[in-house]
């Protein structure tokens, strides 16, 4: 296997438009927006991910952070933000991971 040219490079906790496109003239492959969590940085309310995500360019992935852990509940979240992407930051206790992809097709899931 041939190594990839440039790497790939996540930037994340972006809390605003200006941050995503600053990450993106960076060379950014994907930017990750965090929704509501029990602890650290980098939350912003789910409004500022759809709006945030609204103006990602096509190529850079947009990661969803979250810590819900029902795969109904997820797939919500997601339908409501917009993002193509699902980073899944806790177990699920609620549904299963094959029944999530079920229920987001075409969306990555992390």
């Not at 200006?18 to 509501?36: F, I, K, M, P, Y």
């Not at 500022?48 to 029902?70: D, E």
Request: net charge positive; aromatic share 2%.
């Amino acid at each position: 296997m041939e190594p990839a040219r440039r790497p790939r490079v996540k930037v994340c906790c972006i809390s605003s438009e200006a941050e995503a496109w600053t990450a993106v003239r960076h060379g950014a492959s994907a930017l990750g927006l965090v929704s509501d969590m029990p602890s650290g940085p980098g939350v912003i309310p789910e409004e500022a991910i759809a709006r945030i995500a609204r103006v990602v360019p096509p190529g850079v992935s947009r990661f969803l952070l979250t810590c819900l852990q029902s795969a109904e509940a997820i797939a919500a979240q997601l339908r409501r933000v917009g993002t193509d992407t699902v980073q899944v930051c806790d177990r699920l206790v609620e549904g299963s991971l094959p029944g999530l992809r079920r229920a987001l097709p075409g969306t990555r899931l992390v």
